[in-house]
């Protein structure tokens, strides 16, 4: 948790200055939709964390990329759920890709590597696989998300 310490500091400023923000944006692979995204997305907030998730945040006819750009806006952290299928689609530069674009423009990003490694996300992102993150090999899904639901309480 100490590693995150700066992603901390950028959610209580924001927290402060824009209170309507939700507090986690789920960044996924279309296939972690159903399994391990749902699985996140219900542990966080049965906690208590708003999340902008697909499944839940994408209406129909809703155009999506539009729908997507306000969730990255109008959220305080951006979580990347790092699975197999996440490093099989990035390098097709997808809609996973752009949101992971624009996340790691900003000092509010924390990876979530699961069913992987990290040496696997470096073969496909350096950028993301340099950032301070959380490991479900290390730690259940549970605890993770009990993690960032503490990372992110104002």
Same mark, same amino acid.
């Given at each position: 948790?100490?590693? !995150?310490?700066?992603?901390? /500091?950028? %959610?209580? =400023?924001?927290?402060?200055?824009?209170?309507?923000?939700?507090?986690?944006?789920?960044?996924?692979?279309?296939?972690?939709?159903?399994?391990?995204?749902? /699985?996140?997305?219900?542990? !966080?907030?049965?906690?208590?964390?708003?999340?902008?998730?697909?499944?839940?945040?994408?209406?129909?006819?809703?155009?999506?990329?539009?729908?997507?750009?306000?969730? @990255?806006?109008? =959220?305080?952290?951006?979580?990347? !759920?790092?699975?197999?299928?996440? @490093?099989?689609?990035?390098?097709? /530069?997808?809609?996973?890709?752009? /949101?992971?674009s624009a996340l790691l423009r900003r000092?509010?990003?924390?990876?979530?590597?699961?069913?992987?490694?990290?040496d696997e996300l470096e073969q496909v992102?350096?950028?993301?696989? =340099?950032?301070?993150?959380?490991?479900?090999?290390e730690e259940s899904m549970a605890e %993770?998300?009990?993690?960032?639901?503490?990372?992110?309480?104002?």
């Amino acid at each position: 948790m100490q590693a !995150l310490t700066p992603v901390r /500091e950028n %959610v209580e =400023s924001l927290a402060a200055s824009q209170p309507d923000l939700r507090d986690v944006f789920l960044c996924h692979a279309w296939d972690d939709r159903q399994g391990s995204a749902k /699985e996140l997305h219900d542990l !966080l907030e049965a906690r208590g964390v708003r999340v902008w998730f697909s499944e839940k945040d994408l209406g129909l006819g809703v155009p999506m990329m539009r729908a997507i750009d306000k969730g @990255l806006v109008n =959220s305080r952290v951006g979580i990347v !759920l790092v699975t197999p299928a996440m @490093l099989r689609r990035l390098p097709a /530069e997808g809609i996973a890709d752009k /949101e992971l674009s624009a996340l790691l423009r900003r000092e509010r990003l924390v990876p979530v590597v699961h069913g992987t490694t990290y040496d696997e996300l470096e073969q496909v992102s350096l950028l993301l696989a =340099s950032r301070a993150g959380l490991n479900t090999a290390e730690e259940s899904m549970a605890e %993770v998300a009990a993690k960032i639901a503490e990372l992110v309480a104002t």
